[in-house]
């Protein structure tokens, strides 16, 4: 009975990881790179760990917050409040994607060295919009920062509930 469930469980865990999905770059014949958005999860769902990977027993799951954007600028005004996801890998990286002007930005952000809390991220978009932010995490699951868009827009940046 034992086996059984811990079979079931190790076979669960890896249809979930195999359930994600991820979109690798394209690279085009001139050996320009076109950026595609990677769908995530329903922010507050966990996100699966690397395909055909699970985490080991006590590693904590990512997470999907939601992050909101507050306009900081007359600039930024013109658009409103601008909403994506950030998936926490919970390991001093994430991922996040957001849609700004028509296109759909996706990039990454890194905790800065030798502080846990403090952290950069960075989006491109494939019709060349990119963003830049610094933030600050409260705790894993909530923060907040700013972020400039290559427009000259800046925000106030909120993650988490």
């Known amino acids: 009975?034992?086996?059984n469930l811990k079979l079931s469980t190790a076979l669960t865990v890896a249809a979930l990881a195999l359930a994600g999905c991820y979109v690798l770059p394209?690279?085009?014949p001139?050996?320009?790179v076109q950026?595609?958005?990677y769908p995530l999860p329903p922010a507050g769902m966990p996100v699966a760990a690397a395909p055909g990977a699970y985490p080991l027993p006590g590693t904590p799951l990512p997470a999907v917050l939601n992050a909101r954007l507050y306009p900081d600028n007359d600039l930024a005004?013109?658009?409103g409040?601008?909403?994506g996801t950030v998936a926490n890998m919970m390991n001093g990286k994430g991922r996040f994607?957001?849609?700004?002007?028509?296109?759909v930005l996706t990039g990454e952000a890194t905790r800065v060295s030798n502080d846990e809390r403090k952290g950069i991220a960075s989006a491109f978009g494939s019709?060349?919009?990119y963003m830049s932010c610094e933030y600050q995490m409260n705790n894993p699951r909530q923060g907040a920062g700013s972020c400039v868009f290559s427009n000259g827009a800046r925000y106030k940046l909120h993650i988490g509930s």
């Open 127 to 129: 019709s060349g919009s």
């Open 26 to 28: 394209v690279v085009d």
């Open 97 to 103: 994607q957001l849609q700004y002007g028509g296109e």
């Open 81 to 83: 409040v601008v909403t």
């Open 77 to 79: 005004t013109q658009t």
């Open 1 to 3: 009975m034992k086996q």
């Open 35 to 37: 950026y595609q958005p």
């Open 30 to 32: 001139q050996g320009n």
